[in-house]
């Protein structure tokens, strides 16, 4: 939750053993305790890259151990660019390693307007790549409602149901072109929750593959979970693989914190983790990759060793 | 977990592991299904947020529509034109048996035959859906008695007809009546034939040329007055001639209706066609070709001596002669045969393959809305198939009827 007149924000971290709280003296010790972590995890190419981060998605939700009692809340993401993590995991859900049935899944984003079985809607999207193929409860996954009557309030639903859920244990996401984190495109809120958007040239440019490259089929406005919506989440994760993405990459971790650029919000976010691949660095400075390569290592504890819930079977 | 199922509270079945025929290609998908029908899984996962209740494992095989077969004449010793007081039980000991071939819907064909025998048969059989007891009967195929005296071939000679004035009047004189009819063979170039065709297609009734010697300009004229189907092409007709292409020339006619389709059923036993002809046909027009039986009442008889219609026949292996000559009387192949000797015959896909024993003839009858495939919203009749197109498991909406 977000104090909006001192921009203090207090995080509710039951996984992480601590809580931030209003200053006081006591958070202040506290606050040292909890450090904030940034990590750029750099795979050598796009497969890696979606093994690495499906292998922390998995460990994450199975350490947890999510039952009826406690879900595991994950923000999801769509387009190109986490194919290939969605199929790790249905390939994890295939062999027994993990169950998404007491996972609760919020999606980013859906397009206003087009029908909800639109083969390119976000529905579709993730029926098709993720939902059919494991053992999600249809009453789990929530994604918002393009076609909905009112889509203000459609939007504040959506945020209700994040706070009635506890808030997001991890938000997967990507990165624009523009670098825009869901559809909050350059110039947007910091701050901003869930709400209508409409889209940017450059996305609609991005998005006509997707619609026959006919520019008068691609819808102009969104329903998008806010910059601020994501940053509440406990933990966030970027995806970020193509040298299409090098430079928005660039400027979303080597320069300031702007709102042209809203990925760059979460340089101010406790928990981050970008995971790309070596086409994506192609913008950063060679001192920042070999810094970042060289704590591989580090990195590489947080998916090896591999846990299963076959390990909890009691 | 506690349904919340807005629709309906029946239970749903999920087919897993297999490729299911739709769109033309196998794919890799599951298949839903609930009160009888095919169920789409991303509306009951979004709307209802529903889920299966149970799951069946199909062991990684096909998954195809079932096969309708639009013209068999009996099988088993069961003979549709014979007249007996108790049709209903040889139409469903047959009904019962095909399943085993993959059949989920047929048409049984009644040969050339007397008013007395059309008026005392017909009313004893009744369009109703499968299930458990056997196939689902989609209507009678009437084969003759108007058709041409040359080309009768196996038909009797001494009940064949020609049309009166009075067109349909006149056929249900006949018929007795055409209540229960999903399709009529008859040969155009009979006069007073257009009219006939015009009001039977009028009345929804599939209209088919066969056993006919009507050249390619009469037969154009009868699909332009709405016909529709070809009767087992090749068989009963004029040999196709480079200057007159006859019946077999609809194939490739330019004369056909826009909107129409030409079929043409084709017996697939390695015997009735020559695999060569066969192959012509199929590409000349591929998107028309039905695959029938063409069934006589030996069909799943040992060899020997038996009865069709008003005349006896002689099995010897896989051929069915009229007793004591060479001229073909029906075959004894089984659709499931028919289907794996296009294939191999063809060198079609697959697919194909299976199509021409599904969707084509739901196409042809025009049902194709709710038979011969695999789309949202169809009946859920269909078969599980090895990749030699053996039929494993049958299945008439949803439930499994048949397994090997």
């Known amino acids: ?314 | 977990m506690p349904t919340n199922r807005s629709v309906s509270d029946a239970a749903i079945t999920q087919f897993v592991n297999c490729r299911i025929l739709r769109d033309h290609r196998l794919q890799r998908e599951d298949l839903w299904v609930r009160e009888g029908k095919i169920l789409n899984p991303e509306k009951l996962f979004f709307d209802e947020e529903g889920f299966a209740d149970h799951q069946v494992d199909c062991g990684g095989r096909i998954l195809a529509p079932g096969f309708i077969d639009v013209q068999i004449n009996g099988g088993y010793g069961v003979d549709f034109s014979r007249a007996a007081d108790d049709v209903s039980k040889g139409v469903g000991l047959v009904a019962e048996k095909i399943l085993e071939h993959g059949v989920t819907s047929f048409c049984p064909t009644l040969v050339t035959s007397p008013p007395h025998v059309y008026h005392k048969v017909l009313p004893q059989f009744s369009i109703h859906e499968g299930g458990p007891g056997g196939a689902g009967v989609l209507g009678i195929h009437l084969e003759g008695p108007f058709i041409s005296r040359e080309k009768r071939g196996a038909h009797p000679e001494q009940y064949l007809r020609s049309f009166a004035p009075g067109g349909l009047a006149d056929l249900l004189q006949v018929y007795g009546g055409l209540d229960n009819v999903a399709i009529v063979t008859l040969a155009p170039e009979m006069p007073g034939s257009l009219e006939v065709i015009r009001q039977l297609a009028e009345h929804g009734i599939t209209v088919s040329l066969g056993h006919s010697v009507a050249d390619l300009s009469q037969a154009e004229l009868a699909v332009q007055h709405g016909a529709t189907f070809i009767t087992h092409l090749f068989n009963a007709m004029l040999p196709f001639h480079h200057r007159d292409p006859g019946i077999v020339g609809l194939l490739t006619s330019d004369q056909i209706p826009k909107d129409r389709t030409v079929f043409y059923g084709m017996i697939a036993d390695g015997i009735h066609t020559n695999p060569a002809a066969l192959r012509i046909a199929h590409r000349a027009h591929p998107a028309g070709l039905v695959l029938v039986t063409d069934a006589i009442a030996a069909m799943g008889l040992p060899p020997g001596r038996h009865t069709l219609g008003q005349q006896d026949i002689e099995i010897d292996g896989l051929h069915a002669y009229v007793a004591g000559t060479k001229t073909l009387s029906g075959s004894i192949a089984t659709m499931d045969m028919c289907v794996r000797h296009f294939l191999q015959a063809s060198g079609c896909s697959v697919e194909a393959a299976l199509e021409a024993a599904s969707l084509h003839p739901a196409q042809l009858l025009g049902i194709s809305h709710r038979k011969g495939t695999l789309n949202y919203g169809s009946d859920a009749d269909f078969v599980l198939l090895d990749d030699e197109l053996h039929i494993r498991k049958t299945y008439i909406a949803g439930q499994q009827v048949w397994r090997k």
């Open chain 1, 1 to 314: 939750m977000t104090d909006h007149k001192t921009g203090t924000r207090s995080h509710d971290s039951r996984l992480f053993a601590s809580s931030r709280t209003e200053r006081s003296g006591a958070a202040a010790v506290v606050c040292a305790v909890r450090a904030g972590t940034m990590r750029l995890v750099i795979l050598e190419d796009y497969d890696l890259a979606s093994e690495w981060a499906a292998k922390y998605i998995r460990n994450r939700i199975v350490q947890a151990k999510p039952s009826a009692d406690r879900y595991f809340t994950l923000g999801l993401p769509t387009g190109s660019t986490p194919l290939g993590c969605y199929k790790k995991l249905i390939e994890y859900y295939r062999k027994g390693d993990i169950s998404f049935k007491y996972v609760k899944t919020f999606n980013m984003d859906e397009y206003v307007g087009l029908p909800r079985d639109h083969p390119e809607s976000y529905h579709s999207y993730m029926w098709n790549n993720f939902f059919k193929h494991v053992d999600m409860d249809p009453a789990n996954a929530h994604i918002l409602d393009g076609n909905a009557a009112d889509l203000q309030k459609e939007c504040d639903a959506f945020e209700q149901k994040i706070s009635d859920a506890g808030g997001i244990d991890l938000f997967v996401g990507g990165i624009g072109p523009d670098g825009h984190i869901a559809f909050n495109e350059p110039g947007s809120s910091l701050v901003s929750r869930t709400r209508v958007k409409t889209l940017a040239q450059d996305t609609i440019l991005a998005n006509a593959r997707f619609f026959g490259n006919d520019l008068s089929k691609v819808p102009t406005m969104t329903l998008t979970v806010g910059v601020g919506t994501v940053m509440d989440a406990r933990e966030v994760m970027i995806l970020i693989t193509g040298a299409h993405k090098a430079f928005a990459l660039y400027k979303a971790i080597e320069e300031g914190v702007n709102h042209m650029w809203t990925v760059s919000a979460f340089q101010q976010h406790p928990r981050t983790i970008f995971v790309c691949d070596e086409d994506a660095t192609l913008e950063l400075r060679v001192k920042t990759v070999k810094y970042f390569k060289g704590l591989m290592h580090v990195h590489n504890k947080l998916v090896d060793p591999m846990y299963s819930i076959k390990d909890y079977k009691d």
